[in-house]
């Protein structure tokens, strides 16, 4: 029957919403090959129709029903890889420009190839913005509640100084209220501590 196989990878994709699943190029492959005997098919019938006309036998509603199978089983395919490169999207913001080994196995070709570009992209992007090497846009994925938050100094840092001019001493078990964008850093670093309330 037509597009059974496209409809087998669309259910596929369905069942594997949360992960990414192997990519399935002998599915791929096959519906590539039946799209292709359905076009040369068509092809036939599109010449044999001129022949028979005159026998008033119409071949017309057999090669739309074709053309119909086409179309749908590029739709299919069209849908599997645009899932599947969203995914991907989605993970390079998630995990950062290297995936985990898991998930790099279960890509073709193709897909590492796109992701690289799309990491290089995406890094040329940050770098132009701002000053001093660019913006991270991966630190909050969510905005901040508040743009002042309360840090614990962990370790004896020495002198800080601010965006500001100002000046702070940071000694072990500090507390300060500082512009969240002064700490994501040296929270990053280990110097301070988050203190949620």
Same mark, same amino acid.
């Given at each position: 029957?037509?597009?059974?196989?496209?409809?087998?990878?669309?259910?596929?994709?369905?069942?594997?919403?949360?992960?990414?699943?192997?990519?399935?190029?002998?599915?791929?492959?096959?519906?590539?090959?039946?799209?292709?005997? /359905?076009?040369?098919?068509?092809?036939?019938?599109?010449? $044999?129709? %001129? &022949?028979?006309?005159? *026998?008033?036998? @119409?071949?017309?509603?057999?090669?739309?029903?074709?053309?119909?199978?086409?179309?749908?089983?590029?739709?299919?395919?069209?849908?599997?890889?645009?899932?599947?490169?969203?995914?991907?999207?989605?993970?390079?913001?998630?995990?950062?420009?290297? /995936?985990?080994?898991?998930?790099?196995?279960?890509?073709? $070709?193709? %897909? &590492?190839?796109?992701? *690289?570009?799309? @990491?290089?992209?995406?890094?040329?992007?940050?770098?132009?913005?701002?000053?001093?090497?660019?913006?991270?846009?991966?630190?909050?994925?969510?905005?901040?509640?508040?743009?002042?938050?309360?840090?614990?100094?962990?370790?004896?840092?020495?002198?800080?100084?601010?965006?500001?001019?100002?000046?702070?001493?940071?000694?072990?078990?500090?507390?300060?209220?500082?512009?969240?964008?002064?700490?994501?850093?040296?929270?990053?670093?280990?110097?301070?501590?988050?203190?949620?309330?």
């Amino acid at each position: 029957m037509f597009c059974d196989k496209a409809h087998t990878l669309i259910k596929e994709l369905d069942r594997n919403r949360d992960i990414l699943s192997p990519y399935n190029n002998d599915l791929v492959t096959e519906i590539g090959k039946e799209i292709t005997t /359905l076009i040369e098919q068509n092809q036939i019938d599109a010449q $044999t129709n %001129e &022949s028979r006309n005159s *026998a008033g036998v @119409s071949l017309i509603p057999t090669i739309r029903v074709r053309h119909a199978a086409i179309h749908r089983n590029l739709r299919c395919i069209l849908a599997y890889h645009y899932n599947r490169l969203n995914s991907l999207r989605t993970m390079r913001w998630e995990f950062g420009s290297i /995936l985990p080994v898991e998930i790099k196995a279960n890509l073709s $070709t193709a %897909e &590492s190839n796109w992701f *690289a570009k799309y @990491s290089s992209m995406l890094a040329k992007y940050m770098r132009s913005l701002g000053e001093d090497g660019g913006v991270n846009l991966g630190i909050d994925m969510r905005p901040p509640k508040a743009l002042y938050i309360e840090v614990r100094c962990m370790v004896d840092y020495g002198r800080f100084e601010l965006s500001d001019g100002s000046v702070l001493l940071l000694k072990k078990n500090s507390r300060h209220y500082l512009p969240r964008c002064e700490c994501e850093e040296l929270i990053r670093q280990g110097v301070f501590q988050h203190i949620v309330n």
